[in-house]
């Protein structure tokens, strides 16, 4: 039985390779989702029947290194750091949208101990590796397919494009994905899984297995290039620089010295010749080296980077030993919201981690958790040292490259965060670096024998009682109520407001950490239903259910600034608002911005409650603090000039809607917003103001018959008759019917304006 066990773990392990190629549009975030509750069901499994084997055979029981030491001791930070933080029960479930937490990070430290213990010969970590890469050359098939397949293709076509329809989620081609949903993490993956094919390479003499190897590294870097992913490339090239380095140092062969030598001289003068002809067509068309040829500090990406990475500096400082908590980066952020990564109503405002692994975990676990994050690598390098000090002419090419994937990994992970399908190859990377520095010069030449008669039944039944428990609250219940989120954005989309509502209830009432999402997507839906043909009552009630559910969330969490402008929202978007819920917007503000006091957002909703009361010149005040934290959002000038508008300041509002058009960013204003604004203006005869806004609205619109004519009013109202003879001309050719309109407002123009 202890045998059977042994290859169903293996097989196990092997099987959660695939999670990167798991996708279910049955699944809220089903990118996440899809591969999260796979991920911990199959771990959960493992784990299980490791338990019943260790007590069984105490051979593969895990061996204590100091890299183990500093695995177990990363994760005792992490918890410890949690329950000093700001949110626990955020830290451990995490969330629907990363699909982490301490939970999901504990089943990755379970499996990275479960093959320490299991995987004790070479020929399983080469298996394992191999598999690994032969999922990755698959996933780098289908982002092929996400290339070259029509970007709409439609279900009934024929061929090539019916294909695409049936099997391939295309998504944006400018930047490929696969199936893990996002180019930065694939980018990630596929790197990785470059380092292990180059070793994989390296350790076969069959010639097949060669060319198979160099396919997949030749392939998946031109995929690679096309996720247009900076920092995966960065890493890549950096890893190669530190292969080629070790190389030509520890190499006693003169041919592969040279080589290294020769290799590295290439890539330098290919890498200085790119950047130079970096401007050339051929380099342009160089997707990924594109990027990486064009970083620049007026990029927008590159500026959003240091920003985010300034605030999580300052927001370290606050909490430096003990952080933040796992998962409550989001906490540090609003504190120190970098107010000029808002740049207009588009912009992605909410970020929950700060796309650097270093300030990542330094924010999350404090001076303590970053010590012992980087000591991992450490005791990695370390280990593989040892392991060719052993015998260098045999060993060195494994350690220098395992050491140079391990380097091009943290680099790339400068610059984002990791997903499972990273966790899972760089803990891998590290139970193999054990494995090489257990690993006997020798191998035992003693027959391994497997019995059971040690096994206890009392550990094994409890140890299936626990899985089944741990199953239920860890996948079960969260994946039930994920599906339920999604029916309940179908429902919405359908316009079925009392189907939405009781999806959203039942989701909540299960208790998971998906309630965090369904009560904002639940806060969300009733806002939408406002304005559609819904009954009064149904909408009351809806908003009501919402208010009542965002209240809760900000007592879950009462440092979260986002869940307190999700109510304020709320508040001013009822149906039949009141004095009181104005007034609650204002203080709910007060108490956001002791969190988060440099988001445009939360003055926006005061301005409109303050101006709500009648409270004019508080109102203007705020949406002049909003202008004042960045004055670069159209959005802020553009909500500005509405407050002053609405009391009667035409003067400053006209100066702010002219700063708009003066900054080229009246493009980031509505349609419905341009004709707000008219509306406004017209009631209070305001028409010189009207003029850009039509013709901007005409631009737009150009086959609009009544644009052209309210535009024509507004010259004739002005007395500029031949602008106004022009408009309403171009308005009867769109629509003939505006004929037996025409010549009464010449005739009124000619008596109005002689």
């Known amino acids: 039985m202890a045998k059977i066990l042994k290859y169903t773990i293996h097989g196990l392990i092997a099987l959660l390779l695939i999670t990167p190629m798991l996708l279910s549009s049955r699944f809220f975030f089903p990118y996440i989702s899809s591969k999260t509750f796979f991920y911990r069901l199959v771990v959960e499994i493992i784990v299980v029947l490791y338990v019943i084997l260790i007590t069984a055979d105490k051979r593969f029981r895990p061996r204590l290194t100091p890299l183990t030491i500093a695995v177990l ?29 301490l939970l999901t990070f504990t089943h990755v430290i379970a499996l990275f101990i479960v093959m320490t213990g299991m995987m004790k010969d070479m020929q399983a970590w080469k298996r394992f590796f191999a598999v690994s890469v032969v999922v990755s050359f698959v996933s780098a098939i289908y982002a092929t397919f996400q290339k070259f397949c029509p970007a709409d293709p439609v279900a009934s076509a024929h061929g090539f494009a019916k294909f695409c329809a049936d099997n391939i989620v295309v998504g944006d081609v400018s930047r490929l994905s696969a199936l893990i949903g996002n180019a930065a993490f694939y980018a990630g993956y ?40 900076r920092g995966a490339l960065i890493g890549l090239f950096i890893g190669f620089i530190v292969a080629a380095i070790l190389f030509a140092l520890m190499s006693d ?68 030993f003990l952080g933040y908590g796992y998962e409550n980066f989001n906490v540090a952020f609003n504190k120190y919201f970098p107010a000029q990564i808002y740049r207009d109503s588009g912009s992605q405002i909410w970020f929950d981690r700060a796309h650097d692994v270093f300030f990542d975990v330094a924010v999350s676990s404090g001076v303590f958790g970053i010590a012992t994050y980087l000591a991992l690598y450490g005791f990695a390098f370390w ?71 040690s096994a206890n039944p009392l550990i094994a039944a409890l140890a299936i009682f626990v899985m089944a428990f741990v199953t239920y609250t860890s996948v079960i219940k969260p994946a039930q109520a994920n599906i339920a989120i999604t029916q309940a954005l179908v429902y919405e989309t359908q316009g079925k407001l009392p189907d939405t509502l009781s999806a959203y209830k039942k989701v909540i009432a299960m208790d998971t950490y998906m309630s965090e999402e369904a009560r904002q997507k639940l806060a969300e839906a009733v806002m939408n239903f406002r304005g559609k043909s819904t009954s009064t009552d149904q909408l009351n009630s809806g908003f009501r259910l919402a208010i009542d559910e965002m209240k809760q969330a900000i007592d ?199």
């Open 383 to 453: 280990a593989l040292y040892k392991f060719w000090l052993r015998d260098p002419r045999v060993r060195r090419t494994t350690a220098i490259l395992i050491s140079a994937g391990l380097v091009a990994y943290f680099v790339q992970n400068l610059f984002v965060f990791d997903t499972l399908g990273t966790y899972t190859l760089f803990y891998s990377m590290l139970a193999f670096a054990i494995f090489l520095q257990l690993e006997t010069s020798k191998p035992s030449k003693k027959p391994e024998t497997y019995r059971i008669t």
């Open 73 to 101: 001791v990363y994760l005792a930070i992490l918890y410890a750091t949690s329950v000093f933080g700001s949110n626990f029960y955020r830290s451990f479930w995490g969330n629907a949208e990363r699909g982490e937490g």
């Open 190 to 229: 596929l790197l990785m899984n470059i380092s292990l094919a180059a070793w994989l390479l390296t350790q076969t003499r069959a010639i097949w297995k060669k060319v198979f190897f160099g396919i997949v590294i030749s392939y998946e870097i031109i995929i690679l290039n096309y996720t247009r992913t």
């Open 556 to 754: 879950l969490s009462p440092k979260d600034a986002r869940d307190i402008l999700f109510l304020m929202t709320l508040y001013n978007n009822l149906p039949t608002g009141t004095q009181g819920s104005a007034e609650e917007v204002i203080r709910l503000g007060q108490r956001a911005l002791v969190l988060s006091p440099t988001r445009p957002q939360i003055y926006f909703e005061m301005g409109q409650a303050a101006i709500g009361l009648g409270r004019v010149d508080e109102g203007i005040g705020y949406f002049r603090q909003a202008v004042a934290v960045n004055p670069e959002p159209a959005e802020s000038h553009w909500n500005l000039a509405l407050a002053l508008a609405f009391s009667d300041h035409f003067e400053e509002a006209s100066s702010e809607i002219q700063s708009i058009y003066d900054r080229q960013r009246i493009g980031k204003i509505s349609d419905a917003s341009l004709k707000n604004m008219i509306s406004i203006m017209l009631r209070k005869f305001q028409f010189i103001p009207t003029i850009p806004l039509l013709k901007t609205l005409v631009d737009r619109n150009p086959k609009d018959a009544s644009l052209e004519q309210q535009l024509a009013f507004s010259y004739g109202n002005l007395c500029q008759s031949t602008d106004a003879k022009e408009a309403m001309a171009r308005a009867v050719e769109l629509n003939p019917e505006l004929a037996k309109d025409q010549q009464a407002f010449l005739d009124l123009l000619s008596a109005n304006c002689k």
């Open 253 to 320: 062969r003169k041919r592969v010295r040279l080589g290294s030598v020769i290799g590295l001289g290439i890539f330098v003068v290919l890498a200085i010749t790119v950047y130079t002809f970096r401007d050339s067509p051929v380099v342009l068309k160089l997707g990924g080296l594109n990027n990486v040829t064009h970083i620049s500090a007026d990029d927008i990406t590159t500026q959003s980077r240091l920003l985010t990475w300034n605030a999580s500096w300052k927001g370290w400082k606050d909490r430096f």
